[in-house]
């Protein structure tokens, strides 16, 4: 029972903590960009507005524009919960593997595009094409790139592949370089960064992701906006905890926790320096860039697959 | 044999061959001149660290003057010469058409299984550990092979051709430990010498065709149509 | 008892077939009775199978019936029982749903009574098929059921492409049953009678056994609609009542699909990976394919149907996954495998009906079939909406509704590749199981489109404002299709449990292990491995999303919210017009693929007084490159064979004599 109350806890820190994430990020790209830019914490104080403000919908909506944040925010928390972050011994990580972590974002995603769709505007459709081509695109390449890591150490559930991977010693698998580079490939596209989506854009014929949200207001914009941070988040976590797994507590000791706490905080933060630096040098791809761009994670993904059979295992 | 058992060094020729066959990918999936020759540099710079290792692996030093050969030709040389041809030729940022680049792709990965299955008979015959980079150099020629086929432009097709090359230098290293010497820098002066030719013809077609699109050769048969 | 059940169910609906008949003068009530006895008979094949899965045991009967020395034997077991259930099902929910669909025939001639006539042979043959034990008695039901459904589709034959779908259908049919009669041929042959029990015992040499492989592959194949077999079926599925599509689409193929894995696992045997190979690679392009023609298409029910040879393609993957496995031995995955495809079945069957049923709620409200001039149906039509978003939700496999369990599976299946000796096929089922993961993708892209563009936004014609939930009947049937969607979804352990002595009967080994950690968790391979908790995610989802509901709307005061008109970007107002179109969501997609398609593109420029006219047509490569030449070739041969028909009596008559004298030599 501790470990579920564990879970709980944990599932909670990282969803408090997410807007930080992206405050951090921002905070990082504006000083890159010699400018003075908010502090980490702002998101919390939009946040905090967004909660206060009225509530305006389209007379077009239907129940689905209503439904979609709550959908798509309590999602994105169920697929937080089942991602190990400072240890591999909780037992919701049994709940549900990167398959249906997978299975559970899309889920979110439909409802996203669905709620774009709503209203019945162009910028909403726009936004929905847009999302579930690059999203039907990026899939595949995601999986694939679990698939390489699932297929290594023969499992699929996360708490599995890292603990597993974090007892092994240090040996240079080609395979896992090549799952890296996709993953980080397609966790840039899945949480809408440069080059593929700008969070901070506001013009039309660039949007994605805000194109979607567009009509949304007060709460609704709020549980929206804070799902996005949680997804960046969880992308982070996966990301720094997959390639860099050194450091997750392998016990439920309180010493182990805490320092593996303070090394994940470590890796998030390098992680948002490395993401602040790769989107102050790059500029937005074009639309249809995009395809080549995933296509190339895809083809990473793959042969990380291929060098894993043909290199690694007999 | 399982990865976990070898050598970090070994593990480390193993990654390059990954590597190497990535740059290939990546060689197919260029579409500028000038990025498709720094590819090709990387391509170089990757053999030459592989070739580095096996040195020290292998205790055969005189690889390392191979490595050195490698580094001053492919990475330096070619690439260099490559670059003022395109500078002269003004074709920097031509933006090259090929068939759909994703099927292309798709296909390469099939060229990849494919030469691992025709590599599964020879890789019994080697004892070495690192001999299961045999399907990685047979697969980096079939790609370089590919490339030619599938570019128009003579310079890309001649990196094809280059890459080609590498793919069996790589093989000749990794897989039994380079060739005698003097087979090693026959060819390397027989690259040296492909260059500098094919920068000579270059100029040539382009003069007499106007172009350096090889499908414009088509014109030049004998059947009137 | 079972099989009594069963048998009774056969003759439920040959009854209904034979109402008509007594009642011809009265098409209201002949509908209404014709329909009841249909559903009973639903009903009892509901039963009967559900015993016979559960029970896992194995009922036989030989009737007084048929040739003299070859009575009809039927059999009962926990495949057909699986298989009977699914029909039975979908059967029920069609004869609830048609009584209401059916009134727009009433005023036609004869229209219910046909409708009925061929309804009730239609689903006698299906459950004939399943219950068939000899090979004569099996084809006499597969004919049936073929004949019986081309009478259905081209029951509203004013229409003239109807007319050529159900002609390409007829002939896809004949040449299907051909290919299953040289099967069963090469079975019979080298056993000694025609009898299933018989041809099991019997092996054949790895040449035969592969021929007659290859014969049930195209056969069943052509039934089931794989790429490239697949053309009659976007033809012919939609153009049929939509209770019947329902069933065509939903139930038919999975006859297919039951006759492929009655003849290739049981009465074949001696599977070799070559075979499985092939349906990998055939399941892994019907599968891709599948999905992107669906995604192309505005027709609402020619989509549904293109997204059958999508899921026919998952279930190809599970099941040549499962032969891989089952040639190298290694039984346990190999029984993973096939359960994902006996799984992924019944989802298929019970969210392609769903779609079906919704999708001909949309047409008998709206009149309309182009997607393109729907939109706002939700709030005309709410249960309707609800029931085909569980099934959208369902057909995109995302937890917690069942096609996700099936495809869950499917991959894990997949994932257990390096298992193999052969490092070749451990590299291609990864590959397969990447295309899968495309498939999925783009299906939940085209759903989004689909719901969104029928269901959403504003309305984008005229008659939409007069639409509404349709009757009650029909109603019911959506929901209790959707409430199954998502009781298979959640509640998967228990139905693994259940197609365990699917398994246990054809491959002589189940899957315990999946079940082995409670009714919680579905393990497939062992608890470390992989497990997947679906009441547990269910929950977990409502219980978040109740908490934020809760923390986020408590009834302040200065918090309400207000209505007002769509941010317009201060140009006036909106009208349905600036909405993204089906073409222009799908339009990136199309880009990507465009090496996929035919693709011919123009706008016609207008002239005064007629506005420009944007044309989009999207043809399919598969018949040009393979159907018309195929045709060209037999036109000409008809051609050529037509020389002799000069039109001479005398000649004719010497044909004959010169068969005659020909047969006579042959005989001496």
Redesign the interface.
């Known amino acids: 029972m501790s470990g579920l109350l564990w879970a709980i806890i944990k599932t909670l820190c990282v969803i408090l903590l997410a807007p930080l994430m992206a405050g951090w990020v921002k905070w990082l790209k504006c000083r890159l960009q010699n400018r003075r830019g908010a502090p980490p914490w702002q998101p919390y104080r939009d946040l905090l507005r967004l909660?206060?403000k009225?509530?305006?919908?389209?007379?077009?909506?239907?129940?689905?524009f209503r439904m979609a944040p709550?959908?798509v925010?309590?999602?994105t928390?169920?697929a937080v919960?089942t991602v190990p972050v400072v240890t591999v011994q909780l037992p919701v990580a049994?709940?549900?593997?990167v398959?249906?972590l997978v299975?559970?974002l899309?889920?979110g995603?439909?409802f996203l595009?669905?709620a774009?769709?709503?209203?019945?505007?162009?910028f909403?459709?726009?936004g929905?094409?847009?999302e579930?081509?690059i999203?039907?695109?990026?899939?595949?390449a995601l999986?694939?790139a679990f698939?390489t890591l699932?297929?290594n150490v023969?499992?699929?559930?996360l708490s599995?592949v890292i603990g597993e991977l974090g007892r092994?010693?240090?040996?240079?698998?080609?395979?896992l370089?090549?799952a890296a580079m996709g993953l980080v490939l397609v966790a840039i596209a899945e949480t809408g960064r440069i080059p593929i989506d700008n969070p901070s854009t506001h013009l039309e014929l660039t949007m994605i992701h805000e194109a979607m949200i567009?009509?949304y207001s007060?709460?609704h914009l709020?549980?929206m906006e804070w799902a996005s941070m949680l997804k960046l988040t969880l992308f982070s976590l996966l990301i720094v905890n997959l390639i860099v797994p050194w450091g997750v507590a392998l016990t439920l000791a309180p010493a182990d926790l805490a320092f593996a706490a303070l090394i994940v905080t470590g890796k998030l933060m390098l992680w948002g320096m490395m993401l602040a630096v790769s989107e102050t040098i790059q500029a937005k791809m074009r639309?249809?860039r995009a395809?080549?761009y995933l296509?190339?994670a895809?083809?990473?993904s793959?042969?990380g697959?291929?060098?894993?059979?043909?290199?690694?295992?007999? | 044999?399982?990865?976990?058992s070898l050598s970090?060094p070994e593990?480390?020729v193993?990654?390059l061959?990954?590597?190497i066959?990535?740059s290939s990918?990546l060689l197919l999936?260029q579409v500028r001149l000038d990025s498709l020759i720094n590819t090709f540099a990387l391509q170089g710079a990757l053999i030459f660290l592989a070739t580095v290792f096996m040195a020290f692996i292998s205790g055969k030093y005189h690889l390392l003057i191979s490595a050195a050969l490698t580094l001053f030709l492919k990475v330096f040389f070619i690439p260099g010469q490559l670059r003022l041809l395109v500078v002269r030729l003004n074709i920097r940022r031509e933006v090259e058409v090929i068939g759909n680049?994703?099927l292309v792709?798709l296909f390469a990965?099939g060229l990849?299984?494919f030469s691992?299955y025709v590599a599964l008979p020879i890789r019994e015959l080697s004892l070495l550990s690192t001999r299961?980079?045999i399907?990685?150099s047979l697969a980096v020629v079939l790609i370089g092979m590919l490339m030619v086929i599938s570019r128009r432009k003579a310079v890309a097709q001649v990196i094809g051709f280059m890459s080609m090359e590498n793919g069996l230098f790589f093989a000749a290293v990794v897989s039994t430990h380079g060739m005698p010497m003097v087979v090693e820098l026959g060819i390397a002066f027989d690259v040296l010498v492909a260059v500098i030719l094919f920068g000579v013809f270059f100029f040539h077609i382009r003069t007499e065709i106007g172009s350096l699109d090889t499908d414009r050769l088509n014109h030049l048969t004998e059947v009137d149509r | 008892m079972t099989l009594a059940i069963a048998e009774a169910a056969v003759i439920l609906a040959l009854l209904s077939a034979v109402v008509p008949a007594v009642l011809f003068a009265h098409p209201r009530l002949l509908s209404r009775l014709a329909f009841v006895l249909l559903g009973a008979a639903g009903l009892a094949a509901c039963v009967a199978g559900g015993q016979a899965l559960l029970s896992q045991t194995s009922q036989q009967v030989v009737l007084p019936l048929g040739l003299p020395w070859l009575h009809v034997s039927l059999v009962l077991d926990p495949l057909a029982g699986l298989f009977l259930f699914i029909v039975g099902l979908i059967t029920c929910m069609a004869a609830c749903y048609g009584p209401a669909y059916v009134l727009e025939y009433l005023h036609q001639e004869m229209g219910p009574g046909i409708l009925a006539v061929f309804s009730g042979l239609f689903v006698s043959g299906m459950f004939l098929v399943l219950l068939a034990a000899d090979a004569f008695s099996f084809m006499l039901a597969w004919e049936l059921m073929s004949v019986a459904s081309y009478f259905l589709v081209v029951f509203q034959h004013a229409k003239l492409e109807n007319q050529r779908a159900a002609f390409i259908y007829l002939l896809m049919a004949v040449v299907g049953g051909t290919f299953l009669f040289l099967a069963f041929g090469i079975l019979a042959g080298f056993s000694d009678g025609f009898s299933f029990q018989t041809m099991k015992g019997t092996t054949l040499s790895p040449t035969w056994a592969s021929l007659a492989f290859v014969c049930a592959f195209i056969g069943f194949g052509l039934k089931a609609g794989i790429v490239p077999l697949h053309v009659w079926l976007p033809l012919a599925h939609p153009v049929a009542p939509s209770h019947i599509s329902a069933m065509m689409s939903g139930v038919m193929l999975k006859v297919a699909v039951y006759g492929f894995i009655r003849f290739v696992y049981d009465l074949l045997g001696g599977i070799t990976w070559q075979w499985g190979v092939a349906l990998l690679l055939v399941g892994s392009a019907s599968a891709i394919l599948g999905v992107l023609y669906a995604l192309m298409q505005h027709d609402l029910k020619r989509l549904l149907a293109y997204h059958s040879v999508e899921n026919i393609g998952i279930i190809y993957i599970g099941l040549g996954l499962s032969m891989i496995f089952q040639a190298t031995h290694h039984a346990e995955i190999a029984a993973l495998a096939l359960i994902a495809a006996l799984y992924h079945c019944l989802n298929h069957a019970l969210f392609k009906s769903l779609l079906f049923l919704g999708a001909g709620a949309v047409l008998q409200q709206t009149r309309q079939h182009d997607m393109e001039r729907m939109?706002?149906l939700?709030?005309k039509m709410p249960v309707t909406a609800v029931c085909f978003l569980v099934g959208c939700?369902s057909i995109?496999?995302?937890?917690p509704f069942n096609g996700?369990v099936s495809e869950?599976l499917t991959?894990?299946a997949a994932?257990q590749?390096?298992l193999l000796k052969s490092?070749i096929l451990?590299?291609m089922i990864?590959?397969a199981?990447?295309?899968l993961?495309?498939t999925?993708?783009?299906a939940?892209?085209c759903?989004?489109?689909v719901?969104?563009?029928v269901f959403?936004?504003?309305p984008r014609c005229e008659d939409i404002a007069r639409a509404k939930d349709p009757s009650l009947g029909m109603q019911l049937s959506q929901i209790v299709l959707a409430v199954a969607c998502l009781a298979f979804g959640i509640f998967p352990t228990w139905t693994v449990r259940a197609l365990n002595g699917v398994t246990e009967g054809l491959l002589g080994n189940g899957l315990t292990s999946a079940i082995d950690n409670g009714w919680l968790?579905l393990t497939p391979v062992s608890?470390?491995?992989?497990?997947?908790?679906a009441p547990?995610?269910f929950f977990?989802?409502l219980a978040?999303?109740l908490?934020?509901?809760a923390l986020?709307?408590p009834l302040r005061r200065?918090?309400?919210?207000?209505?007002?008109?769509?941010?317009?970007c201060g140009f006036g107002p909106?009208n349905?017009r600036?909405?993204?179109t089906a073409s222009?969501?799908?339009?990136?997609?199309r880009?990507?693929f465009s090496f996929l398609w035919l693709i011919v593109e123009k706008v016609e420029p207008g002239g005064p007084g007629t506005p420009p006219r944007y044309i989009l047509r999207v043809n399919d490569r598969i018949w040009l490159a393979l159907y018309v030449p195929i045709g060209k070739l037999m036109l000409k041969l008809a051609e050529r064979t037509s020389y002799i028909q000069g039109g001479n009596l005398r000649v004719y008559l010497s044909y004959s004599f010169f068969t005659l004298l020909f047969l006579l030599w042959v005989i001496v």
């Open positions: 909660s206060r009225n509530v305006v919908i389209a007379e077009s909506a239907s129940w689905i709550y959908i925010f309590s999602v928390c169920l919960s049994a709940l549900a593997d398959i249906a299975g559970f899309a889920l995603r439909f595009a669905l774009g769709m709503d209203v019945g505007t162009a909403g459709g726009m929905s094409s847009r579930v081509t999203s039907s695109l990026a899939e595949p999986l694939m698939f699932a297929m023969s499992s699929t559930n599995t092994r010693d240090l040996t240079l698998y080609p395979s370089i090549f567009l009509e007060g709460r709020l549980l639309l249809f395809p080549q296509g190339l895809f083809i990473l793959m042969l697959m291929m060098s894993h059979i043909v290199l690694e295992v007999r | 044999m399982l990865i976990a970090l593990q480390g193993l990654t061959a990954a590597l066959l990535l990918f999936a680049p994703m792709m990965a990849v299984l691992y299961n980079t399907t990685i | 939109g706002g939700i709030k939700i995109s496999a995302l937890p996700f869950w991959f894990q994932l590749g390096p490092g451990g590299a990864p590959v199981a990447a295309i993961a495309l999925g993708a783009l939940a892209a759903f989004v489109k719901f969104g563009i959403l936004g504003l968790w608890p470390q491995t992989a497990s997947y908790g547990a995610v977990g989802l978040s999303w908490i934020v509901y986020l709307h200065d918090n309400r919210i207000r209505i007002a008109p769509p941010w317009d909106l349905a600036m909405q993204y222009s969501f799908a339009m990136p997609i880009r990507v």
